[in-house]
């Protein structure tokens, strides 16, 4: 196994269990490992510190184990089998919901790995090379750990790899090949997407948010902006909202949303959905919405586009403050992990002041359990919302 050598003083990050090895911080290297390979990591002083994959770019050693262990089928089944107990724990996995993110990189201590548990599917999305090779062991734990309660498990890393590794990426069937892509996430059905769809096929992370929203539904005319497949929405209904209308710019996800409309609310007439792009339906609507969502994609993929994605959050955000009804409430997110909770608090009362509302906040929200932030890597807090009471 190649061994690579950090710089005096640079394994104090390390030392605080920071999952991470930047390529500043590398003094040598017994030999230069291939992308993707196992390698341990010594301080300047021949003391072992840490074992992880191998990646070329600025983080070049992302962090498996800090203690000198191989690591194989059971160390990725102990690992796997850590953050089911997690989830299992804290009462995610019943009846009622059988959707949740089983391993949240970073967070699960699997930097690169994704799993999501839909029923008996799970989708596995690799972004690093290392977990891209080591995807068959990997699945073969998982089939272990998860026993019959899963079937399938379809792999999805088409769009999550490193353009440059030039892998022979492929999403495909790892185990099984079930088609039946209905789930279900508090007692609601829906599709997911896991052939084609944006991540793994469904935004399981928005499941807390959209419960708290649908206690606000009620009698309200609701605006679910950037929809995708309804989530939002059909919380919206089952909480009794008097109408409700979806946006989205891709005509697939309005398919979507009312294929999942109509398995959980057949033959209702409170809902509509719209394939237009958000910006251009808030300058023209017309219809008196008192609960407005915002759930836009990442507008920073990266620090360096982060003035334009604060710009682009002001816009937006303005658009809906100018428009909602007084005594609405306007949930409005950003999934940017870029952004942070302050840049994304400016932007959104930014928009408020200059759109001349008064406005207070009633809740400050963030992304679920089964997507925890490793304390030591505060990097793995994305999602940030804010439900906000417009006067
Ligand atoms: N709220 C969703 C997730 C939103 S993902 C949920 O709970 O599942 C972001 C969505 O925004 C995608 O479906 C994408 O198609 C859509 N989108 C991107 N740009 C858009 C635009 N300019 N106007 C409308 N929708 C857009």
């Given at each position: 196994m190649k061994h690579i050598y950090l710089k005096r003083g640079k394994d104090e990050s390390l030392r605080r269990f920071h999952p991470w090895v930047f390529s500043g911080a590398i003094q040598s290297m017994s030999d230069e490992p291939e992308e993707g390979e196992i390698v341990k990591v010594f301080t300047n002083e021949n003391e072992y510190i840490a074992t992880g994959h191998f990646q070329i770019g600025s983080i070049m050693v992302r962090v498996l184990s800090f203690s000198d262990e191989t690591i194989d089928q059971p160390f990725y089944e102990h690992r796997l089998a850590v953050a089911l107990d997690v989830r299992r724990s804290i009462g995610i996995i019943n009846d009622d919901n059988n959707t949740y993110r089983l391993v949240h990189g970073e967070g699960d201590n699997l930097p690169g790995l994704v799993i999501d548990i839909y029923g008996p599917t799970a989708v596995m999305q690799a972004h690093s090379v290392g977990m891209h090779q080591d995807r068959m062991v990997i699945a073969k734990a998982l089939k272990q750990v998860m026993g019959d309660t899963i079937r399938n498990i379809f792999y999805k890393s088409e769009t999550t790899l490193?353009?440059?590794?030039?892998?022979?990426q492929e999403n495909a069937f790892l185990l099984g090949g079930d088609t039946n892509d209905i789930a279900i996430e508090n007692g609601m059905q829906f599709h997911v997407d896991w052939l084609k769809g944006q991540k793994t096929g469904?935004?399981?992370?928005?499941r807390e948010n959209r419960s708290l929203l649908q206690k606000y539904a009620k009698g309200r005319n609701v605006l679910n902006m950037f929809c995708y497949t309804g989530g939002f929405s059909f919380y919206a209904m089952r909480g009794g909202a008097s109408l409700v209308h979806s946006v989205d710019s891709s005509q697939k996800a309005i398919d979507l949303t009312n294929a999942n409309i109509s398995i959980n609310?057949?033959?209702?007439?409170?809902h509509t959905a719209y394939a237009e792009d958000a910006f251009k339906f808030l300058d023209k609507m017309q219809t008196p919405y008192d609960l407005i969502i915002l759930d836009p994609p990442?507008?920073?993929?990266?620090?360096?586009?982060l003035r334009n994605a604060l710009k682009g959050y002001t816009r937006l955000n303005r658009k809906a403050f100018e428009k909602i009804q007084p005594g609405g409430i306007l949930f409005t997110f950003s999934c940017?992990?870029?952004?942070n909770k302050d840049q994304f608090r400016t932007a959104v009362f930014t928009a408020a002041a200059s759109a001349g509302r008064k406005v207070r906040i009633l809740h400050q929200l963030h992304q679920p359990a089964d997507h925890p932030i490793n304390i030591y890597h505060p990097e793995g807090e994305y999602l940030k919302g804010l439900v906000l009471y417009v006067e």
């Amino acid at each position: 196994m190649k061994h690579i050598y950090l710089k005096r003083g640079k394994d104090e990050s390390l030392r605080r269990f920071h999952p991470w090895v930047f390529s500043g911080a590398i003094q040598s290297m017994s030999d230069e490992p291939e992308e993707g390979e196992i390698v341990k990591v010594f301080t300047n002083e021949n003391e072992y510190i840490a074992t992880g994959h191998f990646q070329i770019g600025s983080i070049m050693v992302r962090v498996l184990s800090f203690s000198d262990e191989t690591i194989d089928q059971p160390f990725y089944e102990h690992r796997l089998a850590v953050a089911l107990d997690v989830r299992r724990s804290i009462g995610i996995i019943n009846d009622d919901n059988n959707t949740y993110r089983l391993v949240h990189g970073e967070g699960d201590n699997l930097p690169g790995l994704v799993i999501d548990i839909y029923g008996p599917t799970a989708v596995m999305q690799a972004h690093s090379v290392g977990m891209h090779q080591d995807r068959m062991v990997i699945a073969k734990a998982l089939k272990q750990v998860m026993g019959d309660t899963i079937r399938n498990i379809f792999y999805k890393s088409e769009t999550t790899l490193p353009y440059k590794a030039e892998l022979e990426q492929e999403n495909a069937f790892l185990l099984g090949g079930d088609t039946n892509d209905i789930a279900i996430e508090n007692g609601m059905q829906f599709h997911v997407d896991w052939l084609k769809g944006q991540k793994t096929g469904f935004f399981i992370d928005q499941r807390e948010n959209r419960s708290l929203l649908q206690k606000y539904a009620k009698g309200r005319n609701v605006l679910n902006m950037f929809c995708y497949t309804g989530g939002f929405s059909f919380y919206a209904m089952r909480g009794g909202a008097s109408l409700v209308h979806s946006v989205d710019s891709s005509q697939k996800a309005i398919d979507l949303t009312n294929a999942n409309i109509s398995i959980n609310f057949p033959d209702d007439k409170r809902h509509t959905a719209y394939a237009e792009d958000a910006f251009k339906f808030l300058d023209k609507m017309q219809t008196p919405y008192d609960l407005i969502i915002l759930d836009p994609p990442a507008f920073a993929k990266h620090k360096d586009a982060l003035r334009n994605a604060l710009k682009g959050y002001t816009r937006l955000n303005r658009k809906a403050f100018e428009k909602i009804q007084p005594g609405g409430i306007l949930f409005t997110f950003s999934c940017s992990q870029a952004v942070n909770k302050d840049q994304f608090r400016t932007a959104v009362f930014t928009a408020a002041a200059s759109a001349g509302r008064k406005v207070r906040i009633l809740h400050q929200l963030h992304q679920p359990a089964d997507h925890p932030i490793n304390i030591y890597h505060p990097e793995g807090e994305y999602l940030k919302g804010l439900v906000l009471y417009v006067e």
